[in-house]
């Protein structure tokens, strides 16, 4: 009759058939078929003791623990990737305001963005390029406190003429005695589509491209 050592544990035995079956996973079953094959072919001159036994068996329940909350982290990701892809839909078709300097205008009404102002500075504006890098006109925002500095285009340039629809260059600055410094620009986009997977959603905006949603400051209509 074939024995087992009292000193080899089952859990012993457990790693050694889970390294000769690499592509199979051993799990609870498997576990306790071969603590039940211990019991059954221990030397009977030296039996496996209460400790011994009781120890195996907690090693059985911190297995069984283990499978338990790999189904529920798996689970929990299932909820978020379907949570993830809820919020996705509700977000097609909105605008959202977005660090950048570039947006997709149209001209027919007004623009309305903000400027980051760190310190306060006693002269803010904001140039504005057409998609060929030229200067179409100026808004000039005078003394402005620190904060977000709103600003509006009415979609024409320094002359008075409409410009037509198109992506638009907005540059923030401000002046500090002798010093000119950029500001961030914060700018509306419409959201055409959005990408799951991955660590975060990430959004395609018109005309900007992909954006995560983290960097998303506001989420409007």
Request: charged share 15%; no cysteine; proline share 4%.
């Amino acid at each position: 009759m074939s024995t087992v050592s009292g000193t080899s544990s089952v859990l012993d035995q457990y790693e050694m058939k889970q390294n000769t079956r690499q592509n199979k996973d051993l799990g609870k079953n498997e576990f306790l078929n071969l603590l039940v094959a211990q019991l059954n072919n221990q030397n009977p001159l030296e039996p496996q003791g209460n400790g011994e036994f009781i120890a195996q068996l907690a090693q059985f329940s911190s297995l069984e623990g283990i499978e338990k909350l790999n189904k529920s982290m798996e689970s929990m990701l299932s909820s978020y990737q379907s949570s993830q892809a809820l919020q996705a839909s509700s977000l097609v078709g909105r605008k959202v305001i977005v660090p950048t300097e570039r947006a997709v205008v149209d001209t027919s009404e007004s623009f309305k963005a903000s400027a980051v102002l760190p310190v306060s500075s006693g002269n803010v504006y904001v140039n504005v390029y057409d998609s060929a890098g030229s200067v179409v006109t100026r808004i000039n925002l005078g003394e402005q406190a620190a904060g977000n500095v709103s600003f509006i285009w009415d979609g024409k340039d320094s002359s008075g003429n409409l410009m037509p629809p198109g992506t638009y260059k907005f540059e923030a600055q401000a002046t500090y005695g002798t010093e000119t410094k950029a500001l961030y620009t914060l700018l509306p986009a419409n959201v055409d589509s959005v990408t799951l997977g991955g660590s975060e959603l990430m959004l395609n905006l018109a005309g900007l491209g992909s954006v995560p949603l983290s960097q998303v400051q506001v989420i409007g209509q």
